[in-house]
């Protein structure tokens, strides 16, 4: 995943910062989802170029780490930063070898656990959010969707391509396509919801919940997205690390 994504960090920082998608229905899910942001410490596994860490910063959040594998895209993530005074840290670790860096109120994972090539790399991942998420906290994953159907509904106008594997069988090999110019193939892993869910709870976490990928609410923004909230191509799900007894 490391050279995948160093190779092509400068294409993917700016499909993050132009794809509407992100913006209108990615974030407004995640945000939705997450709940209160200002004064919360998060870790964002997987953070890429920093997009969501520094919303997380504009939000008013008190601490933010961001992790991710590819020494590329933090490099990418912290040039972004330079001059903001966010104050966002940045750190290279791998997922499924994650140290403890602190004890974070919420810690989020926005298409990683689909790089899992394994189930048991998957659960290092989730044991490794799992340890640093204080009691109480929660974690909110965007996934892949499972239930993607090629023939359904198409997402293509809405700049992204997904082909999961025909047999759907777990632990093969995906990819998706977002359609910007040139073209942006990114490779990954095919998992079902169960495999997922499955790692979080043997990690430890409960309150397991799936949420569907939802859009902004002006009728406009609700009409041009009908056909992709029908299909989408990817999910959200939370859990929570149980309280101190």
């Not at 689909?114 to 909110?140: H, I, W």
């Not at 919801?193 to 799936?210: L, N, P």
Request: glycine residues 8%.
């Amino acid at each position: 995943m490391a050279m995948q994504y160093d190779q092509i960090s400068d294409a993917y920082s700016k499909a993050a910062s132009q794809f509407v998608f992100k913006r209108v229905v990615e974030s407004y899910t995640l945000f939705k989802v997450l709940g209160p942001v200002e004064g919360k410490s998060f870790l964002d596994v997987a953070c890429g170029d920093g997009y969501y860490a520094r919303l997380f910063r504009h939000r008013g959040a008190a601490r933010v780490v961001g992790v991710d594998v590819s020494e590329q895209m933090i490099k990418t993530a912290r040039g972004r930063d330079e001059g903001a005074g966010l104050g966002v840290e940045y750190r290279v670790h791998d997922a499924a070898d994650l140290p403890v860096l602190g004890s974070f109120d919420r810690v989020t994972a926005v298409y990683l656990l689909n790089y899992a090539a394994t189930r048991e790399q998957m659960l290092r991942m989730c044991q490794g959010m799992f340890a640093n998420l204080a009691p109480g906290g929660r974690l909110v994953a965007v996934v892949p969707n499972a239930d993607f159907d090629p023939a359904g509904p198409s997402s293509a106008r809405y700049g992204i391509a997904m082909r999961p594997p025909e047999d759907r069988k777990e632990g093969s090999a995906m990819s998706l396509d977002l359609l910007m110019d040139p073209p942006l193939t990114i490779h990954f892993v095919y998992w079902s919801r169960s495999a997922y869910a499955q790692a979080f709870a043997e990690a430890g976490f409960g309150d397991i919940r799936w949420h569907p990928l939802e859009c902004s609410p002006e009728p406009e923004q609700v009409e041009f997205w009908r056909d992709y909230l029908a299909n989408q191509h990817a999910i959200a799900l939370s859990c929570r690390k149980p309280p101190l007894a």
